[in-house]
């Protein structure tokens, strides 16, 4: 089963690994047309009805596999409307090839005559709201005609995530949808063919630039802010976070950190809010003040960078996250607790493979993706998402296990999981959790492969920081 979005996610993706989208829509096409040979006789006549978009393109290439239906092609507007490159040149494709392709500029003039099969390509996930004309017509032309009704991806009209049918959604007899089966068919009275149309699976299992669509939707649609814990033995940790997580959207970004080395975190970036408490180590006494905090501003946390395992400090994160019932993504020394509380708060944690052991998670030796699966029963076991990190990262929330391969060993250096930490904190205000945790380290490594690129080895981890946007938004803007 899958969404709309992830569809168009996994297409990107797909693309991106070298399978264009219109690779994609030639076995669209030719699952179309092996279809239709299913229902036809060999004498059956074969109409086609094409939108603008690439449903209609799916279709212009079912027409080449139909030669000998010596197909009707009509095409619901003018060819200078369709939406896509990769349709338009399949219905330019069509014409020089001198098929039987029609335009149809006003319903009215929409001759469908009386074929035994109609193939619906008028409309697949691109439909929004109710039908619009000319489709309205001739889905309306559609049903009134006694022939058998195959429709390309989903039945026109009716929406591939929710199954709700627009008024004059077109009634299919079958329908071909593609790579996997959508939850607004599951309840649908026709016969549905899922075609496997060569998408690597690949496409799925690795984080890709087809990922970072939605975030970019969701860091432009929102506004978070974040609160890192932590310093104390160290600082640099935290003022990485913080940066980080400012870098890639947050619009705030405090530090808490022990009054001992609080101006020295302030030092390093003007950006971040640094506000201490006494002493020089993070305590019990501090927690509900900090839980506070987090709660009154609806903060995403980051509790772990530079703060030390002293017995103390470790009592504070345990009491910490057993009260907070936000997000937060717990790095570094306060990693140990989680499997320790049974907290309301939705965690993402980011361990390395010795603090994955550490912390209760499977010991690996070998590359983290061989142990994905172990690795999956452990996010499940404890309840949350583990960022598992190595030269290739592993993502999983106990059912979904996603891999990121960017990166290089230019990165294997102090500080590059603070960023990693900031980013997907800055991130997971505006994000569901796994998809925060799994384009975090996917825009990390971006940042350290343009960085490597640029610049070869000596990498720093604050040189990632103004990597990262470039690494998020892309060519986009
Ligand atoms: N990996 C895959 O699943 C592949 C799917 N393919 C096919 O691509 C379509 C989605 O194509 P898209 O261009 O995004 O949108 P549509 O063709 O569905 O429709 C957009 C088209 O229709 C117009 N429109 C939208 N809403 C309405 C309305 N209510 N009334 C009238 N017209 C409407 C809009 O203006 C556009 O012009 C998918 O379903 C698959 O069939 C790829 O071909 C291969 C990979
Ligand atoms: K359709």
């Given at each position: ?49 094409a939108g603008r978009g690439n449903n209609g393109g799916d279709a ?27 349709a ?32 619906d390509a008028m409309l697949g996930t691109g439909v ?24 390309v991806d989903v039945?026109s ?321």
């Amino acid at each position: 089963m899958i969404s709309s979005e992830r569809m168009a996610a996994v297409d990107e993706n797909a693309d991106a690994l070298g399978v264009p989208r219109k690779q994609l829509m030639e076995s669209s096409g030719n699952a179309v047309a092996r279809a239709v040979r299913r229902v036809a006789d060999p004498d059956s006549s074969v109409a086609i009805v094409a939108g603008r978009g690439n449903n209609g393109g799916d279709a212009f290439v079912a027409a080449r596999f139909l030669d000998e239906y010596d197909p009707t092609v009509h095409l619901l507007g003018r060819p200078e409307t369709i939406s896509t490159d990769i349709a338009r040149k399949n219905w330019e494709a069509l014409v020089a090839a001198e098929y039987d392709a029609r335009t149809v500029t006003d319903s009215k003039s929409l001759e469908l005559g009386d074929p035994d099969v109609v193939v619906d390509a008028m409309l697949g996930t691109g439909v929004t709201g109710e039908l619009r004309e000319p489709e309205a017509t001739a889905a309306e032309a559609i049903d009134a005609l006694d022939a058998t009704v195959v429709s390309v991806d989903v039945p026109s009209g009716l929406d591939a995530d929710t199954g709700e049918r627009a008024d004059s959604a077109v009634s299919a007899d079958h329908v071909v949808t593609f790579h996997d089966e959508k939850p607004g068919l599951t309840e649908l009275d026709a016969e549905v063919t899922v075609a496997d149309i060569g998408i690597p699976a690949a496409a799925e299992l690795f984080v890709g630039p087809g990922d970072l669509r939605s975030v970019r939707r969701g860091v432009r649609g929102g506004d978070s802010r974040v609160f890192v814990i932590g310093g104390g033995p160290y600082t640099g940790a935290p003022a990485l976070a913080g940066q980080a997580a400012l870098r890639a959207g947050a619009s705030l970004s405090f530090v808490a950190a022990p009054e001992k080395v609080a101006g020295q975190i302030q030092g390093y970036a003007e950006d971040l809010i640094v506000q201490d408490y006494a002493g020089d180590h993070l305590t019990p006494d501090q927690v509900d003040g900090l839980v506070q905090t987090a709660h009154d501003y609806d903060d995403v946390v980051v509790i772990g960078p530079g703060l030390g395992d002293d017995d103390e400090t470790l009592e504070a994160a345990r009491r910490f996250l057993d009260a907070f019932e936000g997000e937060a993504v717990v790095d570094a020394d306060a990693l140990p607790v989680v499997s320790e509380v049974d907290t309301d708060a939705t965690l993402v944690c980011t361990p390395n493979r010795k603090e994955l052991a550490k912390m209760g998670g499977p010991d690996v030796e070998g590359p983290l993706r061989d142990a994905r699966d172990d690795i999956a029963s452990f996010a499940a076991d404890i309840g949350h998402v583990v960022v598992a990190k190595a030269a290739e990262d592993v993502v999983t929330d106990g059912e979904r296990t996603r891999i990121v391969r960017a990166g290089t060993p230019a990165m294997a250096v102090g500080g590059t999981g603070d960023t990693l930490a900031g980013v997907i904190a800055g991130l997971l205000g505006t994000q569901d959790s796994f998809d925060a945790a799994c384009a975090g380290p996917f825009v990390n490594g971006l940042a350290g492969e343009r960085l490597d690129a640029e610049r070869g080895d000596g990498l720093l981890a604050s040189d990632l920081l103004d990597a990262i946007p470039r690494a998020l938004w892309g060519d986009e803007r």
